[in-house]
């Protein structure tokens, strides 16, 4: 074991599986002693598809059940696996959702370790639906894990690291938060979210010593499985693509076939977490296998001055804004990534 965070203490939620997991385990094998978190004990189920949709799934169900078992675990299976290699750690059970249950959470850290000194958030949820179909039970399932619940933790836990003029917040988001080829608009919304408050609290904390960035992963994991399931049942209207998306013999991709596993997420996450990373804050990067990309901060592209005193009018906006504010133009909605 390594000892970049010794004596450090750190809360990692969604870390009963996937990415959660890998960066709860890289932290501890560094040192820090680990709250492991996910909603309850056992599997949570399939987090997007319906029990009807998986039945829809025929020969290739028990197949996919396969792989979502074997990339199955919760906190208490992680915390094990922790103790396991000489670390620390102790599970949490909980939905962060809850403004209550994630102050437990932090208490948890507190009550058990004495402090709280890094906090990862990667708890999220999923969903798939087009937008004149989404029902609000989805929107409020998706968006109160992101950016609801983000906000619940560092909220409980920020007081503690200005007191010790020390912390880390790292936050999980997705390059979901520039708009989707994927029609799950929900998730958009929470993700953009998770990249707004994950700003505002690096701009505010940044002269207490706490740092807040964001990182988007991609990594294979239930929520990749569940995604190569979903694009073969939801077909047409209901399907999980704005576009479609086929291999080379008119299949549909499998991308966990080709998706890196969480274990090269953990490394940079870790990372960000150390006194190296002091001055990073506010930046958002996308992580995926070897490959580490930070976002450019927006800027004004294009710009429409008017050099007199009297409001624009249309005409003279329709006349100007072609060759000026939308020379080169190419819409999103047009050319999805």
């Not at 920020?158 to 080829?181: E, F, Y």
């Not at 994950?198 to 569940?226: D, H, M, Q």
């Not at 047409?236 to 596993?261: C, H, Q, S, W």
């Amino acid at each position: 074991m390594g000892d970049a965070f010794k004596d450090k203490v750190a809360v990692v939620t969604g870390s009963g599986q996937g990415i959660g997991r890998a960066i709860a385990i890289a932290l501890a094998d560094e040192g820090a002693k680990v709250v492991t978190n996910n909603r309850k004990p056992g599997s949570t189920g399939e987090a997007m598809l319906t029990d009807e949709q998986v039945k829809a799934l025929g020969e290739g169900q028990a197949a996919f059940q396969k792989k979502m078992s074997e990339a199955s675990g919760d906190a208490e299976t992680t915390a094990k696996v922790i103790q396991a290699s000489g670390g620390e750690a102790v599970a949490f059970f909980g939905d962060i959702s809850d403004f209550d249950v994630a102050g437990k959470l932090i208490a948890t850290a507190i009550d058990n370790f004495g402090k709280i000194d890094i906090l990862v958030n990667v708890a999220g949820a999923f969903g798939f639906s087009p937008i004149e179909k989404l029902s609000e039970e989805l929107w409020d399932k998706v968006t109160l894990v992101k950016p609801k619940g983000y906000f619940n933790t560092i909220r409980h836990a920020v007081p503690h690291m200005i007191k010790q003029k020390w912390g880390r917040i790292i936050n999980c988001t997705s390059k979901a938060w520039l708009g989707d080829i994927i029609k799950h608009a929900e998730y958009c919304a929470a993700n953009a979210g998770v990249v707004g408050l994950t700003k505002a609290v690096a701009i505010e904390l940044y002269s207490r010593g706490i740092t807040c960035n964001a990182f988007s992963p991609w990594a294979r994991t239930r929520a990749a499985y569940e995604l190569d399931a979903a694009t073969s049942v939801m077909k047409g209207d209901n399907g999980v693509f704005v576009i479609n998306r086929y291999a080379g013999d008119g299949e549909p991709m499998k991308l966990a076939d080709f998706t890196p596993t969480p274990e090269y997420i953990a490394p940079f996450v870790c990372y960000l977490a150390t006194d190296a990373a002091k001055d990073i804050s506010g930046s958002v990067f996308t992580l995926g296998g070897n490959t580490i990309s930070m976002y450019s901060e927006p800027v004004h592209s294009h710009n429409l001055t008017k050099y007199d005193s009297k409001p624009w009018t249309l005409e003279e906006i329709t006349q100007q804004a072609p060759r000026g504010l939308f020379a080169g133009y190419q819409s999103i909605a047009e050319n999805p990534v």
